[in-house]
């Protein structure tokens, strides 16, 4: 049996719209072993992006526990959780969340530098990773959506996280570039052992991985089918 790298425990997380109160995450318990791949699917609205931000310590849950590799996330200070996703965690965003002015290879090698380090050589060989070392001088507006998220997904695994999260990553894309970047993701997970959590509409990418879990109405339902 592989170990646990992400667990949840009771997990609630809402929000106040007014004077009214929505709750978005009721009571998640929740357990992913090292190395694994899941594919969190469900309805819009059903809490699937809130659920892989709270997971990632992006949104403290309201009452609740994550651990992620044992260490209790939310019980960190500001500092420590900071370092902490730094180095143990990877983002992919559905809009890539590239700066603008940098090249890609400066994108890429910006985890490092908000480490206190000099990433370039390691930006460099993410982005070979991904196959896009031809573009490393390009600016984001210089590259189609297939590259950019591309360039985003060297930026997340730049620091060899442990766990790397990916929010709609293909939502963007045609057929073609989703399967080419669901393909590195899911090589990414099988050959560095990275634990891959992936929010995804499409069920025919989602069955790709290890197990498939339905977020309907704040809870997980284990399900064959999005």
């Known amino acids: 049996m592989r170990d646990v790298m992400i667990e949840t425990v009771d997990v609630h997380r809402g929000y106040r719209i007014g004077n009214k109160s929505i709750e978005v995450l009721h009571g998640i318990d929740l357990s992913i072993h090292c190395g694994e791949r899941v594919f969190l699917c469900g309805p819009s609205g059903a809490g699937k992006t809130t659920l892989l931000y709270t997971l ?40 890539y969340h590239l700066l603008p002015e940098l090249t890609a290879l400066e994108n890429v090698a910006v985890p490092g530098a908000i480490a206190g380090r000099d990433s370039s050589q390691a ?3 993410a982005l070979e990773r ?31 996280p442990k766990v790397l999260f990916a929010d709609e990553p293909t939502g ?55």
């Open 123 to 125: 930006a460099l060989k």
């Open 172 to 226: 963007n894309l045609d057929s073609r570039n989703s399967a080419e970047i669901m393909a590195i993701l899911m090589d990414l997970a099988t050959e560095q052992q990275v634990t891959l959590v992936v929010v995804t509409h499409d069920q025919n990418l989602a069955q790709a991985g290890d197990r498939m879990l339905i977020i309907q109405d704040g809870s997980i339902h284990p399900s064959a089918r999005c």
């Open 56 to 95: 990632a310590g992006l949104e403290r849950p309201e009452r609740g526990r994550v651990r992620i590799h044992g260490a209790d996330l939310y019980a960190m200070g500001r500092k420590q959780q900071a370092h902490f996703r730094n180095r143990e965690i990877g983002y992919v965003f559905q809009n």
């Open 130 to 160: 991904v196959g896009l070392s031809g573009r490393a001088e390009h600016l984001p507006a210089e590259l189609s959506g297939g590259e950019q998220q591309r360039v985003a997904i060297a930026r997340a695994i730049v620091n060899e």
